[in-house]
């Protein structure tokens, strides 16, 4: 449905909402910070803006019965699976979930939408609002940039609110310990400190509206096959120095109200009834206030999963096998096998989170989407996020001359790729190619209508553009011997539920581009891929620019960096690895054919040496090393220092841009015990994206998370930072060290929780 007629529908569905949850009918058009707050009614505490969240949710929670409690606890999926499902009418057509509110105690209704990269419609709804997709996790996070991370989340976090909804399902901090894992294209690759930080951005941006943001999926939830039944395998100290550092930088960063239990069992336990994860680590350890709320299908009991931490259960009614904290839960409290102050803790940090977000004080409204506003956000994104991996004899930027040009490939001739699955965003002019397979969950596989051809002709009217579709090799050779420059689009759909089978490209695309490089002519790769994949064609072409899914604009950000209008900024938050056989687990666990068949995945193999570090560790080289990205201008790095103050350590150097052209930097810290001990070499400690004129310098001075320098005491449930010589290593990426200088590091203790 276009975007004219969804805003004629707008009215009437804002009725039905407003009529669905009264509290609703307070709200003030537009987005966060549109009016202030009314005052609290009498007799209704908890309504009053002045009091903290805390105050606010114990006043509340003893104003509710315990229907009203059990209420906050138990959500509806929001769209039809007919003939099997139903959705309720008050929630919002086409929306993954919906959770009523308590209009006598004025708290709304809770209205739930996927997902990480911008306002989704499920497949199965009739009608679908046009909205602006960011490119994928992994492009954002290939920014290393976490002003432009947050930028994204608080434009995707007004389209959510804009639309009608309070609660938004982003985002994914899971690491990537399985690069065939279908879904990695929506999480922050394989740092725990650099997906920390940048997803830890985007939730800060997407609550600035005054919503509900979850951070997902909790935790260790590396590989769709098998996703609902395999156990993660994993020893403490290893999980606390990879995985579940990454979540716990990014709710330092965020302070995200909710956080979303996965799918997967870790150590025996399904995520959303683990004890050690949701009570142990979260609540205990870190002293999280917020409530856990299930992915949509991974609740497995009733006492046993509301007594290990689990708040609430989403679309219980159309995923779980029953209705565990609505009925269930029900006679659980009535034989004690529940608590009434469990259920009272459940309500309580439900509440809180509505009172913390501002969702309370500020409802939601359906307003329009400035689209064309919107989609420049997505377009900065993906120019930033791409990476130049490869770029022989200056071969980029493009100088587009009078010449005949062949693009080949990928329906560069109308669009751009995007990921499948539940985060999947309808895009402002539908789809750019119709009938693609699956059209049906986990597709419809989109391509969004960002024609990288025609962009690119827009800045060569002189020039003569071929198209050619890719699929016949014979074909590409013989428009590429007749071209003067040759820019193929290679691309693979990655998606939620199913992962790929090799990191090789489908469709007999490596043929394609052998058979484009074979005629000898200059010859560009664009990749659109949701994370890594090989290249045995990598020699034989003159250069490669990873463009991820670039989103809702991607085809003119992908111009823009072919043709230096921007420079070539991003770099690699994952390693590419020179083919599977490099990885911890060459073949893939789990059989995609029996997904109901109970295994283990022994992530003990690497335990937290994930990426990069399982590389170094093995002494492996890859095909493209973690952090690498090339630009079209060179830097230099000088004057490495280092302090310790309080056993803080600081770590300054200079940066220099030594071209002939403006451009974008990202040096990279790197620290490594002398005396060893740790899980790998060298560990990711600090970054900073750095703009420079040519010939300007800046100083970075960078202050180092003391996690970072420490290991995971088992026995003294804690970090301890050993006394001695570290090693501080400044370079382009994890290979590409230029710069070392020792620092003596004092020992100390690091406390266990959230950081302030």
């Known amino acids: 449905m276009n975007s004219r007629l969804w805003r004629a529908s707008a009215l009437a569905l804002t009725v039905a909402t407003l009529g669905a949850a009264p509290a609703l009918a307070q709200g003030h058009a537009g987005h966060a910070g549109h009016g202030a707050p009314a005052a609290a009614p009498a007799g209704q505490p908890w309504l009053d803006p002045k009091l903290d969240a805390d105050t606010r949710a114990d006043l509340a929670v003893k104003a509710m019965t ?67 997709a960011l490119p994928s ?31 938004m399902l982003a985002g994914g901090v899971n690491l990537v310990r399985e690069p065939r894992n279908g879904r990695n294209f929506e999480y922050g690759g394989e740092d725990p400190l650099l997906a920390g930080v940048m997803v830890g951005a985007q939730i800060k941006g997407i609550q600035s509206n005054h919503i509900v943001s979850t951070i997902k999926h909790y935790a260790l939830n590396a590989q769709e096959t098998g996703r609902f039944v395999v156990d993660s395998k994993i020893g403490d100290a290893d999980a606390r120095t990879s995985d579940l550092l990454a979540f716990q930088i990014a709710m330092e960063a965020s302070d995200p109200h909710s956080v979303m239990c996965a799918y997967n069992r870790v150590n025996g336990h399904y995520a959303c009834e683990n004890d050690w994860l949701l009570n142990k680590v979260l609540k205990q350890d870190w002293g999280y206030k917020g409530y856990v709320m299930s992915d ?38 009535a034989s004690g096998a529940v608590s009434q102050a469990r259920l009272d803790d459940m309500a309580r940090r439900i509440v809180r989170s509505l ?11 359906i307003a329009p989407i400035d689209l064309a506003a919107n989609g420049k956000v997505s377009q900065a994104d993906a120019e930033e996020g791409m990476v130049l991996l490869k770029n022989d004899k200056g071969l980029l930027p493009l100088a587009l001359k009078a010449q005949k040009i062949a693009v080949i490939g990928a329906y560069a001739d109308v669009g751009v790729l995007s990921g499948g699955g539940s985060s ?11 009938g693609l397979e699956p059209k049906t969950w986990p597709g419809p596989v ?97 250069a490669v620019l990873q463009a991820w899914f670039p989103g809702t604009s991607g085809g003119e950000a992908i111009a823009r960096v072919l043709t230096g209008e921007v420079d070539a900024s991003g770099r690699l938050p994952v390693t590419f690895p020179a083919s599977e056989a490099q990885l911890p687990r060459p073949k893939l666990d789990g ?83 002398k005396a060893g001990g740790w899980e790998a070499p060298r560990r990711l400690a600090g970054f900073e994206k750095v703009e420079l004129a040519p010939g300007a310098s800046k100083t970075v001075t960078l202050a180092v998370d003391p996690r970072l320098l420490a290991t995971w005491d ?38 266990v929780g959230l950081r302030k």
């Open 66 to 132: 315990k229907d009203e409690k059990l209420t906050l606890v138990y959500g509806y999926f929001g769209a039809d699976m007919k003939p099997k499902y139903t959705r309720i009418e008050a929630s919002l057509p086409g929306s993954a979930g919906y959770v009523p509110g308590l209009p006598r105690l004025g708290i709304p209704a809770q209205f739930e939408t996927d997902a990480g990269v911008g306002v989704a419609t499920q497949g199965s709804a009739a009608e679908f609002r046009e909205r602006t």
């Open 355 to 365: 009172f913390a977000s501002g969702a309370v004080d500020h409802p939601v409204k």
């Open 591 to 673: 059989d995609p054919k029996k997904p109901d068949d109970l295994f283990a995945v022994d992530y003990s193999i690497e335990g937290a040496a994930v990426g990069y570090k399982w590389f170094d560790k093995k002494g492996l080289s890859p095909l493209f090393p973690f952090g690498h990205g090339l630009s079209y201008t060179s830097f230099a790095y000088s004057d490495l220092t280092t302090s310790t103050q309080g056993g803080a350590l600081t770590v300054a150097f200079k940066v220099t841009n030594t071209g002939k052209r403006g451009g974008k930097d990202v040096p990279q810290v790197y620290v490594s015990p």
């Open 137 to 167: 996790g992994m492009a954002t996070t290939a920014t290393w940039n976490p002003a432009l991370a947050q930028k994204g989340g608080a434009m995707i976090g007004k389209e959510a609110r804009d639309s009608g909804f309070n609660v």
């Open 446 to 542: 989109i391509y969004y209508p960002s024609s990288p051809l025609k962009a690119l002709q827009a800045r060569a009217p002189q020039a003569s553009f071929t198209y050619n579709d890719g699929k016949d090799t014979a074909a590409v050779a013989r428009l590429a011997a007749q071209s003067d420059l040759v820019i193929v689009f290679a691309d693979q759909w990655t998606t939620e539920s199913e992962d790929v089978a090799s990191l090789a490209l489908p469709k007999n695309q490596d043929a394609m581009i052998a058979a484009a490089a074979k005629a000898g002519k200059p010859t560009v790769v664009v990749l659109e891929t949701g994370g890594p994949v090989t290249m045995p064609w990598l020699k034989d072409v003159g």
């Open 296 to 333: 949509w299908g991974a609740v497995h009991s009733g006492a046993k999963s509301v007594n290990a931490g689990l708040d609430q259960e989403s679309a219980g009614d159309a995923f779980d096998k029953q209705p565990f904290l609505a009925g269930v839960l029900k006679a659980d409290l």
């Open 714 to 751: 088992d026995k003294a449930h804690g970090w301890k930072v050993a006394a001695g010589d570290y090693e501080v290593q400044l370079g382009a990426s994890s290979a590409a060290i230029s710069a070392r200088a020792t620092a003596a590091v004092q020992a100390q203790t690091v406390p």
């Open 424 to 434: 999947q965003v309808y895009p402002a002019g539908g789809r750019a190619v119709q």
